[in-house]
Nanobody, 124 residues
Framework: QVQLVESGGGLVQAGGSLRLSCAAS????????IGWFRQAPGKDGEFVAA????????YYADSVKGRFTISRDNAKNTVWLQMNSLKPEDTAVYYC?????????????????WGQGTQVTVSS
């Protein structure tokens, strides 16, 4: 089992940057695929990015490709989401999630463990 805690959210102007962190507890973290999802008020949850257990494979939603970068350091039990060129439409609560084994990386139902979320607000 793994517990996930997000941090790094905040208020930023359009065009700015933020780096979100997802810190995990548990010795099996290195075997988990980690995904980032976001949910804006009144909207469905949305896949943002995911990274394989080794970090060798990364996946991005089209809406963030080229602006966001996901990375991980298994020795530090941490995954980061570097967000550049932020837009007002990026405003949402961002959640990290973990899963082991197979599954579709962009589906919420594929993930077993979730953090509590961190708010990102981008002002225009």
């Amino acid at each position: 089992q793994v517990q996930l805690v997000e941090s790094g959210g905040g208020l930023v102007q359009a065009g700015g940057s933020l780096r979100l962190s997802c810190a995990a507890s548990g010795r099996t973290f290195s075997s988990y695929t980690i995904g980032w999802f976001r949910q804006a008020p009144g909207k469905d949850g949305e896949f943002v990015a995911a990274i394989s257990w080794s970090g060798g494979s990364t996946y991005y939603a089209d809406s963030v490709k080229g602006r966001f970068t996901i990375s991980r350091d298994n020795a530090k039990n941490t995954v980061w989401l570097q967000m550049n060129s932020l837009k007002p439409e990026d405003t949402a609560v961002y959640y990290c999630a973990g899963r082991r084994g197979g599954g579709t990386y962009y589906l919420r139902s594929s993930y077993d463990y979730w953090g509590q979320g961190t708010q990102v607000t981008v002002s225009s």
